[in-house]
């Protein structure tokens, strides 16, 4: 058995395969380096400061200095001083103070990242590879070493080691020699992200390290376009007579007319009840109702209809005349749904377009292999298509693609009252309509209509409209 120790080692994010910090990675958090002059105006402001702190210092011993060098001190004549009390007072406030300036700046530079100069001017320095605080030893105590080394050599050592080293790093992320020395990175916090906003920080992190999913294309509106001419984005195929919008159920019948769910049932219910018996009345409603109510009538309308209509007084019965033989009542016809229609349904023979327009075909469809397909209600293309909910009647197309370019459910052709139109059903490869040799991709979910000889593109295959 092997055991696996856990040395808690914290993993750092932002390095490349040499372990070295990607500034691509650095990039992407929104992290922007501090300009050079932004760095060095900071410098001035903090050199400026030390300079006020030490100005008692400087101005009760720069006499003695001067006296120093030239070889006039005299230091009987120095100590004799009736001021000297106030002397050592103001060198020792100027040092105290001094010391007490740059132990702060040590500090905050360390577990902070800013400094009284950086604070003004909007910089933070944070370690280059874990983009957190750089420190208190290398990150404060070695830069501020590196810092005022260069001032052996007046002004050239300070203007070469603070301003001009940026200019010279090969990662173009204005690293001087301070930086390389403390392992440091200044980063503008008024242009970018503050890296000590844990919060803001946490979430840069966490967006880089998970990718985005893609954006899926937005579902069609259902609302009304205010425009009578206005294209809407959703056209429903038909309505069932509760008012509710769904797939339009084909009928079985060739020469069956198409008539509207609610025009069957009033002129159901416009026959007179007076006119029959009451045997004869309900077979002549039972007649009239399923020769006149389409595949879209539900069978809870067709079996209450005849119940409308109630047998007529004896009286009434006497005095009507005699009603010609009623043809025999109609069988009912048989819907075919999804979930009882095979799994799917190979391309079957059409007719003619003459004998198309009585026989209640919305559209004739070619497929590139020669199949004619007849599009009676909505009809689902695709490599194994499946209806979804809300279209139980309609028709299944399989079409076979050994390269797999058409998804399960390709496409669905639905008739409407405005026309045939075409959606593409969210499949993986796509879809188009080829229009007098130009190609217009299809949105998935939003419906096209056709014309007549248009050429529509799903995967690899095509098919043609014949007629409309």
């Known amino acids: ?6 040395d808690h080692a914290p993993v750092i994010e932002g390095l490349d395969a040499h372990g070295r910090p990607d500034p691509a990675y650095a990039a992407s958090l929104g992290l922007l380096p501090a300009r050079v002059g932004s760095r060095v105006l900071a410098a001035l402001l903090e050199w400026l400061v030390a300079a006020l702190i030490a100005l008692p210092a400087i101005l009760v011993l720069t006499p003695v200095l001067v006296d120093a060098i030239s070889g006039r001190f005299d230091a009987e004549q120095f100590f004799g001083r009736d001021d000297l009390v106030w002397v050592i007072v103001a060198v020792a406030i100027s040092q105290g103070l001094m010391i007490a300036y740059i132990l702060v700046q040590l500090i905050l530079h360390g577990r902070k990242g800013v400094t009284l100069g950086k604070a003004i001017c909007g910089i933070r320095s944070v370690n280059v590879r874990t983009l957190e605080r750089p420190g208190f030893w290398r990150g404060a105590v070695v830069r501020y070493l590196v810092a005022y ?7 050239v050592g300070p203007l070469l080691v603070v301003a001009l080293s940026p200019l010279f790093d090969i990662e173009r992320r204005r690293r001087g020699w301070l930086d390389l020395a403390a392992a440091t990175w200044f980063v503008d916090i008024r242009r970018g992200l503050n890296p000590y906003d844990q919060k803001r920080m946490r979430i840069a992190r966490k967006r880089v390290k998970t990718p985005e999913h893609e954006e899926k294309a937005p579902l069609p509106s259902l609302a009304t376009p205010v425009d009578r001419d206005a294209p809407a984005e959703y056209v429903p195929s038909a309505r069932l007579s509760g008012g509710v919008i769904g797939a339009h159920r ?7 007319p198409a008539v509207d769910a609610p025009a069957a049932a009033s002129m159901v219910s416009a026959v007179p009840p007076s006119l029959a018996t009451a045997a004869q009345s309900a077979s002549a409603v039972q007649a009239a109702a399923h020769a006149l109510a389409p595949a879209s009538v539900s069978p809870s309308v067709q079996a209450a209809a005849p119940a409308t209509f109630a047998p007529p007084a004896p ?3 006497a005095r009507v005349p005699p009603v010609p033989a009623q043809a025999a009542p109609v069988p009912p016809v048989r819907k075919e749904s999804a979930a009882a229609s095979p799994p ?6 059409a007719a003619s377009a003459a004998e198309a327009g009585g026989s209640g075909v919305r559209a004739v469809l070619v497929l590139d ?13 695709g490599r194994s298509p499946s209806a979804a909910a809300g279209e139980g009647g309609a028709d299944l197309v399989r079409v076979f693609d050994d390269t797999r370019s058409v998804s399960k459910t390709h496409i669905a052709i639905m008739p409407a009252r405005r026309g045939v139109f075409v959606v593409d059903r969210a499949s993986t490869n796509g879809s188009a309509i080829v229009r007098r040799g130009s190609e217009t991709a299809l949105v998935a979910g939003h419906p096209a209509e056709l014309q007549r000889g248009d050429v529509v593109r799903f995967g690899d295959r095509t098919l043609q409209v014949e007629w409309l």
């Open 1 to 6: 058995m092997i055991w696996e120790i856990d």
């Open 149 to 155: 080394a260069s001032l052996i050599i007046p002004l």
């Open 315 to 317: 009286e009434q019965a």
């Open 344 to 349: 799917a349904v190979e391309a079957r023979p």
């Open 250 to 256: 084909s009928s079985s019948t060739p020469g069956a």
């Open 369 to 381: 292999n020669g199949d004619r397909i007849e599009v009676r209600g909505t009809t689902l293309f």
